[in-house]
């Protein structure tokens, strides 16, 4: 049985990685960040997701809810730039590979980001802020 697949905030591009997952026989579970703004824009895509999930800002119903729909949860990934944060937070939450929580503002910002490069020996551009 293949894991199921958690995608954050499936918009845009995002719902072509859905769709993906879904051509290659995952079960989709969907967590949107505005269920009221991108629930027309994605209807059709959300159709073919297990189960949508609403994020009011509590992660730790999300995580229960989420639980709830699969014991198996193997990937957990971002659909847009605005799920970036959260699907890192739920990805460490289930243990699927992910990005080390504590250099999340190394992916977000990019003085930070050079700085994380420098301090791991690579060189990098000078910044001057």
């Known amino acids: ?53 609403s994020y009011s800002g509590d992660t730790q119903k999300l995580v229960q809810e989420i639980e709830a729909a699969s014991d198996n949860i193997g990937v957990v990934t971002a659909g847009c730039e605005n799920g970036v944060e959260l699907a890192n937070e739920l990805a460490h939450h289930f243990g699927t590979l992910s990005n080390p929580p504590e250099m999340r503002l190394a992916r977000r910002n990019k003085y930070n980001m050079g700085e994380a490069v420098r301090a791991a020996g690579v060189r990098a551009v000078e910044q001057s802020f």
Do not use: W
């Not at 051509?23 to 991108?38: C, Q, T």
């Open 1 to 53: 049985m293949k894991p199921t697949v958690v995608v954050v905030d499936p918009v845009s591009t995002g719902k072509c990685v859905v769709l993906e997952f879904v051509n290659r026989g995952f079960n989709v579970l969907a967590v949107l960040l505005e269920l009221k703004s991108n629930l027309k824009i994605c209807q059709d895509m959300l159709e073919a997701c297990q189960q949508v999930f």
